[in-house]
């Protein structure tokens, strides 16, 4: 489904991934782990088409097409989301109104038809049951006034309603209660199936514990230096990410 | 996506820059007592009328251009203008099936029905074309409940004691410059006038359209709601494509007796100049309402045209627990300018008012809020909240803010927020991250910064009011 061959890519000038390559296959869990600074955030932002980020060399090839000839918009109609660290508040902005533009656009490219707004709010609460979020925030602006929490899980809950191909989850579990944690996972699962693939980015191990990967990758200074199951998530949480370094560093000479 | 998107988004053509090929009776240019006798003349206007005109543009004589607006423009030369035009017509009219087809379909084309049979939103409209007011419709309707809505010759005609008593009531002849002009010179414009206690049961409109060249457009409206009485307003404008500028000085007063109130909107789309700064509109109008012991006085307005914008709705709050509203959405693109905000005289007790600006720039437009606040020594217990917001798309345009508050009591409750923001590369990134186009994205993110004014409007404004915004601002992303 995804194949990155040996990726380049920065930003302002900076090279921050160094020749990346990763295959998913549909219906596969990755997990991608590293310290800061190694890039993991680059490389979502770089597989969902942020403008400001810089594509040196490598390829992008998502079910076949060249994803990062794309603009961010097609892409996202393709199939890809990316679940964002920091989710932006766009005020005044009615949430609902905002994911249905945005699943109706999804649905258009997809030549299926438009959803009217009684089909689309029977959509949206069945959704946000799964990720329990209350129905008040329908209506409230975009983020407008949400609590770190509650930005994850309106992510979460964005994820469910445009049911995404590949679904990228940018640090999703950074700042977030061991309820809220639960609930992303519970969210992140409901997806899971044979057609539809996960790319989870964390520093930590603990969503992981909820969200059992098939596959962990350590990323470290802008590639993967190490591949495995999800045992290797494990051993990270026991041993910190210094002797991956070492490794690396090891590795590099 | 980046200025370039924005730039793009920005730039829509102006689509209601046509012309109408019409026989017109204009005034030669230029502006002298000869002139204002000629308007006055082919008006057949009552004495006491001519004698207010001269006396207004005798004092205009001795009055300056104001110069402190945050507006640059070349020096205007007001005898280059003409001061007088009007559709050629053969007779009084009896009926709307009178009205020359040929402006009927002009105001066809602008989405302004004349028909009332047609005409299924139930807006009584009155049709002001360059000088003059062509057609008002649904009058019959009113009248049964006693509402005066005609053009204002026509009110100087048929009530003369009400124009007489009211006009200049609330800005006086001696205003400004530009109201000062406007009411030597000024040619029609819209009466209205809701007796003690009566609801007007529908919603009132003006449409102005600017036609011939090289006129002025000086228009007046005067609506008074008696005591206890409440009336919705609706005014809409726009103008043809020209290089050169063309002037707009009009003055609306609005008089709110004892527990009246008035609601008045504006759409203003006259013609914004091109991509370039060329032409356009010189609006420079004075508005202003006086409100009573228990009355409301509610200005939203929706500018996104016009070359230089220079207006200020004001409220003077005259009675006790009067209330005064200002909303306001002003838009800016290309080369536009608007120095735009409000006056709250806050003179009676226990008064409120309430001031909710949002400006929007971009391209290379200059926006300026200007407001001022002031709470007079009688004035117990006055209460404002002021709220301005800026919006920048790109790193041309600019924004600016200048409120001025005075209080003279020191029971007094003020409030006073500003914020300035940007359409953040994060925000639309946001939106495209999740299948919305970038214009798409645009039109959003600066409806929903406007949203606390849409909904001020009445229901079918509020939808024209987001399109325009939407037009007005194509191109300016890219």
Not at chain 2, 63 to 78: F, G, L
Not at chain 2, 370 to 384: C, D, L, S, W
Request: proline letters at 3%; hydrophobic letters at 40%.
């Amino acid at each position: 489904m995804l194949e990155i061959k040996d990726l380049y890519a920065g930003i302002d000038g900076k090279e921050i991934l160094r020749g990346l390559s990763l295959s998913i296959q549909p219906g596969e869990v990755h997990a991608i782990m590293g310290p800061n600074g190694s890039g993991k955030s680059t490389l979502a932002n770089v597989l969902a088409g942020r403008p400001k980020y810089e594509v040196l060399s490598g390829t992008v090839t998502f079910e076949g097409k060249d994803l990062l000839a794309l603009p961010a918009e097609e892409r996202a109609r393709e199939g890809v989301f990316l679940a964002m660290q920091y989710p932006v508040e766009i005020p005044g902005v009615n949430n609902i109104y905002f994911l249905k533009a945005a699943l109706n656009s999804v649905k258009k490219h997809r030549g299926e038809e438009e959803l009217d707004a009684m089909e689309f709010l029977q959509l949206a609460r069945e959704k946000m049951k799964v990720v329990e979020l209350d129905e008040s925030f329908m209506n409230r602006g975009v983020n407008e006034g949400f609590s770190g929490g509650e930005k994850k899980r309106n992510e979460i809950f964005q994820m469910a309603v445009l049911d995404p191909k590949l679904a990228v989850l940018d640090e999703t579990d950074s700042g977030l209660d061991i309820d809220a944690l639960r609930v992303v996972a519970t969210g992140v699962n409901a997806l899971r199936s044979e057609k539809h693939s996960v790319l989870v980015i964390t520093h930590y191990q603990r969503l992981l514990r909820y969200l059992v990967p098939d596959f962990v990758h350590v990323l470290a200074n802008g590639r993967i230096v190490k591949s495995g199951g999800k045992e290797l998530a494990e051993e990270l949480e026991q041993k910190g990410y210094d002797w991956i370094d070492q490794e690396a560093a090891v590795a590099a000479q | 996506m980046s200025n370039a998107a924005i730039q793009e988004i920005a730039s829509q053509d102006y689509k209601y820059g046509f012309v109408t090929d019409i026989e017109s009776d204009t005034a030669p240019p230029g502006l002298s007592e000869d002139i204002i006798r000629f308007i006055s003349a082919k008006k057949e206007e009552p004495q006491w009328l001519l004698d207010w005109r001269l006396k207004s543009f005798r004092h205009w004589l001795t009055m300056k251009e104001p110069t402190w607006a945050n507006v640059h423009y070349p020096p205007i030369d007001y005898q280059a203008t003409s001061y007088y035009s009007a559709p050629k017509k053969k007779k009084i009219l009896n009926s709307l099936d009178e009205v020359d087809p040929e402006l009927r379909a002009t105001f066809d084309k602008l989405g302004i029905s004349l028909d009332e049979q047609k005409r299924l939103s139930g807006v009584a409209v009155d049709a002001v074309f360059d000088s003059v007011s062509v057609a008002t419709t649904f009058r019959a309707e009113l009248a049964k409940v006693g509402v005066i809505f005609c053009s204002f010759s026509e009110a100087v005609r048929e009530h003369p004691d009400l124009v007489r008593k009211y006009l200049g009531s609330v800005v006086p002849y001696t205003d400004n410059f530009f109201a000062t002009l406007n009411s030597a010179v000024f040619t029609d414009g819209s009466f209205c006038y809701i007796p003690k206690g009566v609801r007007c049961p529908m919603e009132l409109s003006t449409y102005f359209r600017i036609n011939q060249a090289n006129t002025g457009q000086f228009e007046r409206t005067l609506i008074v709601a008696d005591e206890g009485a409440s009336v919705s307003y609706l005014e809409g404008c726009t103008a043809p494509m020209r290089d050169e500028n063309q002037l707009h000085a009009a003055v609306v007063e609005l008089v709110a007796l004892d527990g009246a109130s008035i609601k008045y909107s504006t759409v203003q789309n006259w013609y914004p100049g091109d991509k370039n700064g060329k032409g356009g509109i010189y609006n420079f109008v004075t508005k202003r309402g006086k409100a009573f012991n228990r009355s409301k006085i509610s200005w939203t307005q929706v500018e996104t045209g016009s070359a230089i914008t220079w207006k200020y709705p004001s409220c003077i709050l005259q009675g006790d627990d009067s209330v005064g509203e200002f909303y306001s959405v002003a838009l800016t693109n290309n080369y536009q300018q608007a120095d735009t905000g409000t006056k709250m005289i806050h003179i009676g007790r226990n008064t409120r008012s309430t001031i909710v600006s949002k400006g929007i720039s971009a391209g290379r437009g200059q926006q300026t809020y200007r407001g001022e606040v002031k709470i007079m020594k009688n004035a117990e217990n006055a209460r404002n909240y002021s709220q301005c917001d800026s919006l920048l798309l790109g790193d041309k345009c600019g924004a600016h803010t200048f409120p001025y508050i005075e209080v003279r009591n020191s029971t007094a409750t003020m409030e006073h927020e500003a914020s300035t923001s940007k359409i953040g590369e994060d925000q639309l990134f946001y939106c495209q991250q999740r299948g919305i186009s970038a214009e798409d994205a645009v039109s959003m993110i600066v409806n929903g910064f406007c949203r606390e004014v849409f909904r001020e409007l009445p229901m079918e404004f509020a939808v024209e009011a987001q399109k325009l915004l939407g037009v007005s601002l194509e191109g300016s992303v890219g």
